[in-house]
Nanobody, 122 residues
Framework: QVQLMESGGGSVQSGGSLRLSCAVSGYTYSGGCMAWFRQAPGKEREKVAI???????NTADSVKGRFTISQDNAKNTLYLQMNSLKPDDTAMYYC????????????????WGQGTQVTVSS
């Protein structure tokens, strides 16, 4: 059974940093994709960043230059380093994964975590 467990969320002031982690069990990254999404109250879910098997990444324009997605295959963990945080970054952040690479790009990966809250105050 695939399980994704996020951690690292919290409250931070504008300009601060957080690193989110996503521990993955029951899933071997075999050529699909892993990603971070976020959803703020009253807004649609937004794709934040994707990482593919070859290490290539895709980052949303809204966070480009501030957020970095990475993975540690030995620890089976996905990360999202978030710097220069803004109040607009306040949202629930979810990690996700799938064996088919295009599902993350389409916003429809099959495996999801429960989410971790990030709150940025001005």
């Amino acid at each position: 059974q695939v399980q994704l467990m996020e951690s690292g969320g919290g409250s931070v002031q504008s300009g601060g940093s957080l690193r989110l982690s996503c521990a993955v069990s029951g899933y071997t990254y075999s050529g699909g994709c892993m990603a971070w999404f976020r959803q703020a109250p009253g807004k649609e879910r937004e794709k934040v960043a994707i990482i593919y098997r070859d290490g290539s990444t895709n980052t949303a324009d809204s966070v480009k230059g501030r957020f970095t997605i990475s993975q540690d295959n030995a620890k089976n963990t996905l990360y999202l380093q978030m710097n220069s945080l803004k109040p607009d970054d306040t949202a629930m952040y979810y990690c996700a994964a799938d064996d088919v690479w295009r599902t993350c790009f389409l916003g429809r990966p099959g495996y999801w975590g429960q989410g971790t809250q990030v709150t940025v105050s001005s």
